[in-house]
């Protein structure tokens, strides 16, 4: 039995994409154990996958968060990327939780953004992060993701965004073509219906229709990035430069609408996987091309995340928010942030 220096034992911690269930336990402030990656589609409730991992793990829980890739408001949750729906009080006497928090999954990972460290970053292009600046956050995976932190009165507050699904907004000929082939399939076309996994093999056959090509439309998206990726295959290595320069722009936009010059961060699982090509990607170049803000983007710094699964982190200190005012119950490291200035910039 795992056992943890709170009172009520460890606390439980997921992370829940349209793909995968994150689970792990918190026994300490800041210390994650027992992690373990579930498939969302071999369980029919998410209530069956948490059960799953706590006998996995022979392990109890008084206190769970559970951040999920979907809009968090009321008592019922239905995911928009996933068939899972369930009540949170029904989950959490069904659990025998004292505590069943609900956060959106990008809510989460911002709030682990202070605590990323130099090798769980990897820096895009130029730029210098200002003290106390806003950060951005940005993610392709099933869904693209949006949050952001902003200071206020000495702590890091995190915003909670559905901003994948503003309308996308094409920046060249060659993605206004890509609109018009999917304004035929859909009467809205959001900027996560292409900047994500499953939007990449959109793309692909959206520039080979546009173009009166046949195709295999049964492509998948990790086979698209293999054959782009290798230059074996022309359309995909196009496709991934569509879909990186559509990245940038989400990303810009972000940038602007935030004044984010505390940084850009880059989650979600798509991007980690297109390796140094995405150093190289149209991403920065069309982050930077801004019009009579390019100078204004151009110092803003983009950085990748790398670290494994950070938004357990952070879902564990909003949990902590939630709780600190329990006897007994002691503050978490990334509660607080005196000086506004993320782990990374310190170092």
């Known amino acids: 039995m795992i056992q943890g220096s709170y009172n009520g034992g460890p606390r439980l911690l997921a992370d829940i994409g349209g793909t995968n269930a994150r689970f792990a336990l918190e026994i300490a402030p800041g210390c994650v154990v027992a ?20 006998d996995a793990v022979q392990a109890s829980a008084s206190h769970a968060v559970i951040a999920i890739a979907n809009p968090v408001a009321g008592d019922a949750i239905k995911m928009t990327n996933h068939d899972w ?20 999954d990008f809510t989460a990972l911002a709030m682990a953004l202070p605590a990323l460290g130099p090798g769980e970053l990897f820096k895009v292009g130029g730029g210098q992060a200002s003290a106390g600046g806003v950060l951005g956050l940005v993610g392709a995976g099933t869904g693209l993701g949006v949050s952001g932190l902003v200071p206020a009165a000495g702590r890091w507050v ?10 996308f907004s094409p920046s060249d000929e060659r993605e206004v073509a890509v609109l018009r082939y999917l304004w035929q399939r859909y009467e809205h076309v959001s900027a996560e219906r292409m900047v994500s996994g499953p939007g990449i093999a959109l793309i692909r056959e959206a520039l080979a229709r546009s173009r009166g090509l046949a195709i295999d439309s049964g492509l998948s998206t990790p086979a698209i990035v293999e054959r782009g990726l290798e230059g074996s295959d022309q359309l995909c290595r196009e496709t991934l430069d569509c879909f990186c320069g559509m990245l940038g ?56 995340i790398i670290a494994p699964n950070p938004a357990l982190l952070g879902a564990a200190a909003i949990l902590n928010d939630h709780l600190s005012d329990r006897p007994g119950m002691a503050p978490h ?9 993320p782990h990374h910039a310190r170092a």
């Open 333 to 341: 490291a990334l509660r607080a942030a005196p000086n506004l200035e």
């Open 249 to 304: 722009t989400v990303a810009a936009n972000l940038a602007v609408t935030l004044g984010a010059t505390g940084g850009i961060y880059i989650g979600g699982g798509v991007v980690p996987r297109l390796g140094p090509y995405f150093a190289s990607s149209p991403f920065r170049a069309r982050f930077e091309k801004k019009g009579r803000f390019s100078s204004f983007t151009a110092r803003i710094p983009t950085m990748l």
């Open 85 to 104: 729906a369930f009540s949170v009080a029904a989950a959490r006497r069904e659990l025998r939780l004292d505590t069943l928090l609900m956060v959106n």
């Open 158 to 167: 995190p915003l909670q965004s559905e901003g994948g699904h503003v309308a």
């Open 35 to 54: 992690q373990q990656t579930l498939a969302c589609a071999a369980y029919p409730r998410f209530e069956d996958a948490a059960r799953a991992y706590l």
